[in-house]
């Protein structure tokens, strides 16, 4: 079979697709037919019918031209049923052909071989006869193909080209994929799956932008709980209060609890104007330390001790010491992301950090389902609450895979994207697992910047290796461009990627698994692998988060 670009083509008229039918009729295996081939010079936009490219002789262009054809007072004729209308199939064919070998020629990716190969054009009329005698200086008879020369078409081509005397040779096999490749362009915008991803980003920014209105609508009110599933917004609208707040001349706090979100909201409010960066932007537990409390033992180390010390010990002496702060030292304002990781004693302090602890500002931004350590603490205020029912961050696809995990109804506004990818395996392989699916999606065009790869269970060893540099070095290169990101789901809640993998790697159910797994099927904006037990997330997540994954 012939090389044929496209293999499909499509035609205006049925004659061209009679002479397509027998130049793959007759074609050798490694021969080439373009079809409608475009070319564009500084002079003109051409289209060419049909280049042939026969191995052993060179390159030819076909001009067709359907019904009934007359040559006439210097003049080509085409009956149409408006009427004979004059044409110029010589003139247009030799000019293409000119405009393509310059293109072809010049190309840099042409060898010597298929760059010299003999050029020629003919012109097809595969309904009219052209008697043998007919002869032009332009168009002498063997550069004419008509109705009875059809059966015949490739040998003809061929000696076309053979009967050239020029100073240049036939085309092989290897040059004749050269010039198919060459015709296909090249430098061509690939399929991008950056480019789809910055486009679902900017409508999600918009949506959330949108969203913002909410903050509106309780201005007036200086206590506020604001619940929102993932991907509604709730990090934006935290950043966007806290600005407001302090535009408006007030002291603010931006607090939450990981390291990890802490270390974000730092960072974009740094680019804020400078009366629109909140006082304090950071770790509730660093605020202790600012006024004096204990740092203590590394909270990475879960023993009874120290969980009582940092849910406990610490926020008892945080209340102590805010209570003596100097008033100019208080806060207006507090507002609190990812609320639910706070536990019953941490908000003591909250209120005693406030210049006025019955009246002063607090907003609370908290989604249920991201609860995933062993604390059920409720700030002891009254809340107006409001929910966000939107999901404006991840795609569709993404959002409809962890939807059967969420407390509440949610409205998937996100961009269309692939669809969730499921890859079966144990526990112990998962991270393994993972690698691969790391590999595959920088090899699809994806940036290590846009990747990060979480785990459900035990850290990935490149995580352990990095936060072996201390916490702030380790979230620092969260903004790195040049790796991709590895991390835990535990530390990832309020952060995202445009493509995660999530290693879910427990070896047995916990008390908080289902909302582990939440959080991580929520990480990824635009692509989302998943590599697990089925069983496993059978038993957590239900047969409907399975099946919706695409594990049954």
Not at 220 to 241: D, N, Q, W, Y
Not at 277 to 305: D, I
Not at 477 to 502: C, I, N, P, T
């Amino acid at each position: 079979m012939s090389i044929r670009i496209p293999q499909e083509p499509r035609f205006a008229h049925v004659t061209e697709e009679v002479v397509w039918r027998a130049l793959i009729d007759q074609l050798g295996p490694n021969d080439l037919v373009v079809a409608n081939q475009r070319v564009t010079d500084h002079y003109k936009d051409h289209e060419i019918d049909f280049v042939v490219a026969l191995e052993g002789y060179g390159v030819v262009c076909l001009e067709v031209k359907g019904g009934e054809i007359w040559h006439e007072n210097d003049t080509w004729y085409q009956r149409r049923p408006d009427g004979p209308a004059p044409i110029d199939p010589v003139g247009q064919v030799r000019g293409a052909m000119y405009a393509l070998r310059r293109y072809v020629e010049n190309d840099p990716r042409r060898t010597s071989a298929s760059g010299r190969a003999r050029w020629d054009h003919v012109v097809v009329f595969p309904n009219s006869s052209v008697s043998a005698d007919f002869g032009r200086p332009e168009c002498p008879r063997w550069k004419v193909v008509d109705r009875e020369d059809l059966k015949g078409i490739v040998s003809k081509l061929r000696r076309v080209l053979f009967e050239q005397h020029v100073a240049r040779t036939g085309i092989d096999a290897e040059s004749i994929l050269d010039l198919a490749e060459v015709l296909s362009g090249r430098g061509l915008p690939q399929r991008d799956v950056v480019a789809r991803a910055l486009e679902n980003e900017d409508a999600g920014n918009l949506l959330t932008e949108q969203q913002a209105a909410i903050l509106d609508a309780v201005r007036l009110l200086p206590r506020v709980e604001i619940r929102g599933g993932a991907g509604s917004g709730k990090t934006f609208l935290a950043i966007e209060k806290a600005s407001r707040l302090t535009k408006e001349g007030k002291r603010v706090a931006l607090i939450c609890y990981s390291h990890g979100l802490a270390s974000y909201l730092e960072r974009v409010t740094r680019a804020l104007p400078r009366k629109q960066r909140p006082a304090y932007v950071g770790e509730f537990h660093e605020l202790g330390t600012r006024w004096g409390a204990p740092e203590g033992p590394p909270e990475s180390l879960r023993t009874e001790e120290t969980v009582n010390f940092w849910e406990h010990v610490l926020p008892a002496r945080m209340a102590e010491l805010a209570a003596e702060l100097p008033y100019g030292h208080r806060f207006d304002a507090v507002v609190v992301d990812e609320a639910q990781d706070f536990a019953d004693d941490w908000w003591r302090p909250v209120l005693a950090m406030l210049k006025d602890e019955d009246a002063g500002e607090l907003y609370v931004f908290s989604d249920e389902g991201q609860r995933v350590f062993d604390r059920e603490g409720v700030p002891p205020v009254s809340l107006v609450p409001l929910v966000l029912d939107r999901n404006m961050r991840n795609t569709k696809q993404i959002a409809g895979s962890f939807t059967p995990l969420v407390g509440q109804r949610m409205r998937l506004l996100g961009g269309d994207g692939p669809e969730v990818t499921f890859v079966p395996c144990a526990p112990e392989d998962a991270l393994d697992r993972a690698d691969d699916a790391i590999e595959m999606l920088l090899e699809s065009g994806w940036r290590p910047e846009d990747v990060a790869l979480l785990a459900t269970g035990s850290r990935h060893p490149e995580q352990v290796e990095r936060q072996q540099a201390g916490p702030q070095a380790y979230w620092e290169s969260f903004w790195d461009s040049d790796q991709v990101f590895y991390g835990h789901v535990l530390g990832f809640k309020g952060l995202e990627r445009r493509a995660v993998v999530l290693a879910v790697n427990e070896s047995r159910p916990q008390e908080r698994s289902r909302e582990r797994l939440y959080v991580g099927l929520s990480r990824a904006r635009d692509q989302l692998i998943v590599c697990g037990d089925p069983t496993f997330l059978r038993t957590v997540g239900g047969g409907e988060l399975l099946k919706r994954l695409g594990g049954v």
